[in-house]
């Protein structure tokens, strides 16, 4: 596993990001949905030209649908993609807050997930989950990597699983996980 080029995450966007299968992940949900992207924070790789804004967290809630997050994906051309499992009654007033993405307003409920990232075990390279997080690298728990959105870090798909599945995954090999990019490397 490696870190995807700028250029690589742009053509995932333009070309394999299935936006079908995220409106399928989010069927059901009547309140809006708060995406996040983050242009770069662990690979040094970034768009020249958001130099300033690579390791913030930037909210997208103003869209009018997933055609949208797929352009902004393709401008950003981020690292991670995020969405936000709190249920607001009402965003506007949540988004008033000034204090950052952690703080942001009440909420009334939260979506319960369960987060397996290739990065989150141990590895030679970035240690263990628990060096990770006393080093406050463990992100907002809050929100959460995007199904079917490309993990930029190790150039793997975020893909949803059930019980059975995530006891035999191999996330290193399993053809879901795998962006084109990848599989045409390995050809």
């Not at 995450?9 to 070309?15: A, G, L, S």
């Not at 987060?115 to 406050?136: A, V, W």
């Amino acid at each position: 596993m490696r870190p995807a080029t700028v250029q690589e995450r742009y053509e995932f966007y333009h070309q394999e990001f299935r936006t079908n299968l995220v409106r399928e992940w989010f069927r059901g949900w009547t309140t809006p949905i708060v995406f996040a992207v983050v242009i770069e924070r662990h690979t040094k790789i970034f768009p020249v030209e958001y130099r300033r804004e690579r390791s913030r967290t930037i909210l997208i809630d103003e869209y009018e649908g997933l055609r949208d997050l797929r352009r902004y994906c393709m401008e950003f051309r981020p690292e991670s993609v995020y969405y936000d499992r709190n249920i607001y009654r009402n965003w506007k007033q949540a988004r008033r807050n000034q204090y950052g993405i952690e703080d942001l307003g009440k909420s009334i409920g939260q979506q319960l997930a369960f987060d397996i990232d290739p990065e989150n075990f141990e590895c030679p390279i970035h240690g263990t989950l628990g060096e990770k997080l006393s080093k406050r690298a463990g992100g907002t728990m809050r929100l959460i990597r995007l199904p079917h959105s490309l993990n930029g870090l190790v150039s793997r798909l975020a893909i949803p699983l059930d019980r059975i599945e995530s006891r035999s995954l191999d996330l290193v090999s399993d053809p879901r996980c795998i962006p084109g990019f990848v599989r045409t490397q390995t050809r």
